[in-house]
T-cell receptor, first 110, second 114 residues
C-alpha cells in the first residue's frame, strides 16, 4: 500500500497561534482525503473531509493540492483543547480502505 | 453517541493465553469492518478487513492463524489474538465504513501481555 507521510512533530505553540500541518501522499489514485484527530489513548475521530476547492470549518481550514499530492490543515487561534495528534487519511477512489499517516502531534500551551 | 463499540477496553493477560476482542456496530449494519493495531507514537496499521459471511482479508505480514477474525453477523466482528506474547501488546481498534466515505471507530482495546 502506498504511503502517507506527515511530520510527527511535536508542534509546540502558544494559545492563539496559527499552526499548519502538511501531509503528502504517494498514491496518485487517491480520491478522498480527511483529517482525523486522535487524543492520547483514544480512537481517531473525524475532524473534517478535504475537498478539492478547499474547505473551512470554524478555525480549521483544509486544502488539497492534487498536482503536488499534498493536503494541509490550518488551525487558527489555537486553543489548549486543540492539543492532540492530527492524522492525515487518504483513500483510493471506490475503496473502503483508508491509509493513515502516522500523525502530527500538536501541543498548545498557555 | 458511539456508533461502534468495542469490548473489552483494556485487557492484561499472561503470555500464551488467547484474547478475544469484540467490535459491534450500533444502530447500523456493517458488512465490512476493519481491524487496526497502533503502537505508541505510530500510525494505525491495518491488520485485516473483516467481511460478514466470508473469510477476512489479511494485510501482508499479518498472520491469519495468530489473529483470528470472525464476522458472524452484520453487527459483530471479533478478533482473537491467539497465544499472545508481549510483542502483541498494542492498541487494537476496529472501524466500520460509514456514509460519505468516513469511518466510525470503536474506542479501542488496550492489550498488555505480560
Amino acid at each position: 500500500r502506498k504511503e502517507v507521510e506527515q511530520d510527527p512533530g511535536p508542534f509546540n505553540v502558544p494559545e492563539g497561534a496559527t499552526v499548519a500541518f502538511n501531509c503528502t501522499y504517494s498514491n496518485s489514485a487517491s480520491q478522498s482525503f480527511f483529517w482525523y484527530r486522535q487524543d492520547c489513548r483514544k480512537e481517531p475521530k473525524l475532524l473534517m473531509s478535504v475537498y478539492s476547492s478547499g474547505n473551512e470549518d470554524g478555525r480549521f481550514t483544509a486544502q488539497l493540492n492534487r498536482a503536488s499530492q499534498y493536503i494541509s490543515l490550518l488551525i487558527r487561534d489555537s486553543k489548549l483543547s486543540d492539543s492532540a495528534t492530527y492524522l492525515c487519511v487518504v483513500k483510493e477512489g471506490g475503496s473502503y480502505i483508508p491509509t493513515f499517516g502516522r500523525g502530527t502531534s500538536l501541543i498548545v500551551h498557555p | 453517541g458511539a456508533v461502534v463499540s468495542q469490548h473489552p477496553s483494556r485487557v492484561i493477560c499472561k503470555s500464551g493465553t488467547s484474547v478475544k476482542i469484540e467490535c459491534r456496530s450500533l444502530d447500523f449494519q456493517a458488512t465490512t469492518m476493519f481491524w487496526y493495531r497502533q503502537f505508541p507514537k505510530q500510525s494505525l496499521m491495518l491488520m485485516a478487513t473483516s467481511n460478514e459471511g466470508s473469510k477476512a482479508t489479511y494485510e501482508q505480514g499479518v498472520e491469519k492463524d495468530k489473529f483470528l477474525i470472525n464476522h458472524a453477523s452484520l453487527t459483530l466482528s471479533t478478533l482473537t489474538v491467539t497465544s499472545a506474547h508481549p510483542e502483541d501488546s498494542s492498541f487494537y481498534i476496529c472501524s466500520a465504513p460509514a456514509a460519505q466515505e468516513t469511518q466510525y471507530f470503536g474506542p479501542g482495546t488496550r492489550l498488555l501481555v505480560l
